[in-house]
């Protein structure tokens, strides 16, 4: 059980360590630690569970593209993350920028 408050603790979703795609994103993106959420599951590379949750701002991000993909659906998110990608690149993908807000 994590201790990370009501949020957190009543929110579905998985922690998936060592993922082979986080692990792809890391090199895509050329950044050492990565967690890149795949519908509910949150896949890290290069991070344990225990550094990613004490990292409030990181979940908060990660847990706003859970909530991206509840809203859109599977398919929908992830075409629109590569089109978005695509079209802004990495950073000013409007999927990325709501996630940052949710930082706060
Ligand atoms: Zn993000």
Do not use: C
């Amino acid at each position: 059980m994590h201790l990370y408050g009501a949020l957190y603790f009543f929110m579905d979703y998985r922690i998936k360590e060592h993922s082979f795609l986080a692990l792809l994103a890391a090199k895509k993106l050329k950044v050492k630690k990565v967690a890149m959420v795949i519908g509910k599951t949150i896949h890290l590379h290069n991070t344990s569970t225990e550094d990613f949750l004490n990292n409030k701002r990181w979940v908060k991000h990660e847990l706003a593209h859970i909530e991206q993909y509840k809203k859109h659906g599977l398919l929908k998110f992830l075409f629109l993350y590569l089109w978005y990608s695509i079209k802004y690149g990495y950073y000013n993908n409007p999927l990325e920028v709501e996630a940052r807000k949710a930082e706060e």
